[in-house]
């Protein structure tokens, strides 16, 4: 569990004086997993673009596959990365990460296709983030009691 920790002067006017008041409240696994793996993704992004000028193909093909990776399972990621216990919230964060997967794919598809539109390939990506989060849904449901 991660704590987020607010802390802020607070002025009382009639008084004149200055209040620290911290407060403490706990971040949802659900939260810290969507953070981590943004983080990651992002850090992955900008780290193929880094060994790509300097030329480097096999760190290139090794990033772009966990690249593609991440953007085929944006779901499970979250989950695995946020160490989320609740069945609720993995069953949300499965939700939220089958909507930014197939975004995703869209831009993976058009990096593949030498930054231009290929239906098929567009379709394919979609296809593969669709079925893989329906999948791990299915699985999840079943797991309810």
């Known amino acids: 569990m991660s704590t987020v920790f607010i802390d802020y002067l607070k002025r009382s006017i009639i008084k004149g004086r ?4 911290t407060m403490f409240r706990s971040a949802s ?18 780290a193929h673009i880094i060994v790509a ?3 480097w193909e096999m760190v290139f093909r090794f990033i772009a596959a966990l690249i ?17 216990q609740s069945l609720e919230q993995k069953i949300q964060a499965n ?3 089958h909507s930014v997967g197939l975004i995703l794919s869209i831009g993976l598809a058009w990096a593949y ?20 989060h329906s999948s791990h849904r299915r699985v999840l449901i079943q797991k309810r009691p």
């Open 18 to 21: 200055a209040i620290r008041i």
């Open 68 to 84: 593609t990776l991440m953007t085929f399972t944006v779901g499970p990621s979250i989950i695995v990365l946020g160490r989320v």
């Open 29 to 46: 696994n659900l939260f810290r997993g969507i953070c981590i793996a943004a983080t990651l993704y992002a850090a992955l992004f900008f």
């Open 53 to 55: 000028v300097q030329g």
């Open 113 to 132: 296709a030498d930054q231009s539109f290929d239906m098929l390939l567009t379709s394919a990506f979609l296809l593969i983030t669709a079925i893989l």
């Open 95 to 97: 939700a939220i990460g």
